[in-house]
Nanobody
Framework: QVHLVESGGGLVQAGSSLTLSCAAS????????MGWFRQAPGKEREFVAA????????HYGNSVKGRFTISRDNAKNTVYLQMNSLKPEDTALYYC??????????????WGQGTQVTVSS
């Protein structure tokens, strides 16, 4: 059974940094492209970042480019999202997911339950 478990969310002030982690189990992690997505109340889900199985290719959503960094440790079956210079508009529920066949910005078959990030002004 596949599990993706996010952690690291919390309440921070604008300008702060936060690192999210997503631990995977029940799948061949290194074969999968992985991504982070987020959804704020009343808004559609938004692509944040994605990374190739080997970690050599990364893509970012326009709203987080230059501030967020996605990385992975295949030995630990974990993908990370380092978030710097956080803004109130980054407030959302952040999901870890496998990346679908439809493109780097599309979630795939496996999703975590999400971790809440709240940025106060």
């Amino acid at each position: 059974q596949v599990h993706l478990v996010e952690s690291g969310g919390g309440l921070v002030q604008a300008g702060s940094s936060l690192t999210l982690s997503c631990a995977a189990s029940g799948l061949t992690f290194s074969n999968l492209r992985m991504g982070w997505f987020r959804q704020a109340p009343g808004k559609e889900r938004e692509f944040v970042a994605a990374i190739s199985g080997g970690g050599d290719i990364r893509h970012y959503g326009n709203s987080v480019k230059g501030r967020f960094t996605i990385s992975r440790d295949n030995a630990k079956n974990t993908v990370y999202l380092q978030m710097n210079s956080l803004k109130p508009e980054d407030t959302a529920l952040y999901y870890c997911a496998s990346v679908g066949d439809g493109g780097w910005d599309r979630g795939g078959k496996y999703w975590g339950q999400g971790t809440q990030v709240t940025v106060s002004s």
